[in-house]
């Protein structure tokens, strides 16, 4: 007999709106029994049908929700979704790289999938998904017939499920480096261990955005493989890219030459103190970027966090010329809009700059939120004239 959970009173209202994550602090009993990852049903604390999803009594999302009309759970169900998924994306225009699957946003909770090139990269983040990842490839194999499948769930959210980090080749062949172009720039994409999946395409956008603010000299912090600096050296005079790891300053290097890029050049080290050291020096550009990982991961780290930001947006408001641009980003969606913004107001106070806001932006549309999810929308994207 399968699982069925009641809700305690008045909980279902955000999960009837859309959201759909069940804790189980918001459970009131469960009846029936069958294995860790199956399909559950959800109702209200009246009986009343919410929806249904796989059960996960180690996590503290007790159910994720995905069904919630007579569909069988199934691979015909899988089909559709991806196909509803990448149909989307195509009508947008995506076709060599892009997320093709956003979890939550695509119906298809703690599933990922991203596309470089003829590979696929993708994240299974939930045991009930996990458990179904022969089927999801087969699924993947159907509609897109790739090259090669990598898995890359070597990320902490797998250890809130029960799961292991773990990553390698599900299907075909996977290079190192995958060739994508993005922008009408080549990019070499270590698919295997890259961050994320290999690289932030939820930044396309906002990369080919940045190119009106990049003229002059221009300092790409925490730039990983180089993705602004590309776009930046396409119309700046000279590119400084700053990151702590060497491997990805050689990433930077090889993008360059990839793109005949005479124009960047390359610093290794941690970048508060890189910061710190040009406002010593007195070094000015006419455009900053940061766009560095997210330095919270969950609400406990968020105080920490904020004094981050500011510490860094401190420093790059300094060493800005008059008139030049600080471009700055959070992909943290603890570190929300409104908080994000606050920060950045004390940062111009505290430095002592008169900063106006050019342009503010979000994730690319290959990453889409749910309005009724806050937790699908996470990446500030502000651009700062320092006056």
Excluded at 146 to 154: F, Q, T, V
Excluded at 211 to 224: P, T, W
Aim: glycine residues 6%; aromatic residues 10%.
């Amino acid at each position: 007999m399968s699982y069925t959970v009641y809700l305690k009173k008045n909980e279902e209202k955000r999960i009837v709106n859309g959201h759909s994550w069940v804790y189980a602090n918001e459970v009131y009993k469960i009846e029936g029994k069958d294995k860790n990852g199956s399909l559950a049903t959800v109702l209200s604390y009246d009986g009343r049908f919410i929806g249904k999803g796989y059960i996960n009594h180690a996590s503290k999302i007790l159910v994720r929700i995905f069904i919630r009309n007579d569909e069988e759970d199934g691979k015909e169900l899988y089909l559709k979704r991806i196909k509803e998924a990448a149909e989307y994306r195509k009508r947008l225009g995506y076709d060599n790289c892009c997320r093709l699957v956003f979890a939550e946003a695509d119906n298809l909770p703690a599933l990922i999938v991203d596309k470089y090139g003829d590979c696929l990269a993708v994240q299974f983040l939930s045991l009930g998904i996990d458990q179904r990842k022969q089927m999801i490839c087969e699924c993947l194999i159907q509609l897109f017939n790739p090259k090669g499948i990598y898995e890359r769930s070597d990320v902490a959210a797998r250890k809130k499920e029960g799961l292991e980090e773990i990553k390698g080749v599900l299907y075909g062949e996977t290079p190192d480096y995958c060739e994508i172009e993005e922008n009408g720039i080549k990019m070499l994409v270590n698919i295997k261990n890259g961050q994320k999946t290999g690289y932030f395409l939820d930044q396309e956008e906002n990369r080919l955005a940045a190119r009106k603010y990049c003229k002059g000299e221009v300092l790409d912090c925490f730039c990983n493989s180089g993705g602004f600096s590309m776009n930046a050296a396409t119309v700046a005079e000279n590119v400084t890219a700053c990151d702590i790891s060497e491997l990805a300053l050689q990433n930077v290097r090889d993008n360059a030459k990839l793109n005949g890029f005479k124009n960047i050049n390359t610093q290794c080290g941690d970048v508060f103190e890189i910061l710190r050291a040009y406002r010593r020096e007195g070094k000015k550009f006419d455009t900053v970027i940061l766009d560095p990982p997210a330095f919270c991961k969950n609400a406990n780290e968020v105080k920490d966090a904020y004094r981050g930001y500011k510490d860094i947006n401190i420093s790059a408001m300094k060493i800005v010329k008059s008139g030049g641009f600080l471009i700055t980003c959070s992909c943290s969606h603890y570190m929300t809009m409104p908080l994000f913004e606050k920060m950045l107001i004390e940062a111009a106070r505290e430095s002592g700059k008169t900063v106006r806001s050019v342009e503010v932006k979000t994730q690319a549309p290959d990453h889409p939120s749910l309005l009724c999810a806050e937790e699908t929308q996470y990446l500030k994207f502000f651009v700062l004239q320092i006056i």
